[in-house]
């Protein structure tokens, strides 16, 4: 099993950034792609940025041009830069590992970081 731990998440008004941390640990190895998912109140959860081990980043329509997402195969992390934040982008962000079709490879989820926007 592999557990993820994120951080850096906070209050921020419009149009500001946020850096989220992601650590992961335990059987990382199997790890092939990793992904930052949101939650928002009443909302089901989606999938916002993910990086294969080569580095390749993908974004959802939502924050693509506006988030980065980068990942430190050697450390086990995976960070998550937004910018121009917007009201809507507020939720419980999460990491995880992504399969192929987007769907979080692991049913245990870490605590989550939380992302208020303010207008």
């Known amino acids: 099993q592999v557990q993820f731990v994120e951080s850096g998440g906070g209050l921020v008004q419009a149009g500001g950034s946020l850096r989220l941390s ?4 335990g059987s990382t190895f199997v790890i092939n792609r990793i992904g930052w ?16 081990n080569l580095g390749f980043g993908k974004y959802g329509d939502s ?3 506006r988030f980065i997402i ?3 195969n050697a450390q086990n992390t995976a960070t998550l830069q937004m910018n121009s934040l917007k009201p809507d ?4 962000y999460y990491c995880n590992a992504v399969l192929l079709n ?4 692991f049913d245990s989820w870490g605590q ?6 303010s207008s």
């Open 22 to 25: 992601c650590l992961a640990s």
């Open 37 to 52: 998912f949101r939650q928002a109140p009443g909302k089901q959860r989606e999938l916002v940025a993910q990086i294969d």
């Open 63 to 65: 924050v693509k041009g």
């Open 70 to 72: 980068s990942g430190d």
């Open 89 to 92: 982008d507020t939720a419980v």
């Open 102 to 105: 987007g769907n979080p490879a």
């Open 112 to 117: 989550g970081t939380q992302v208020t926007v």
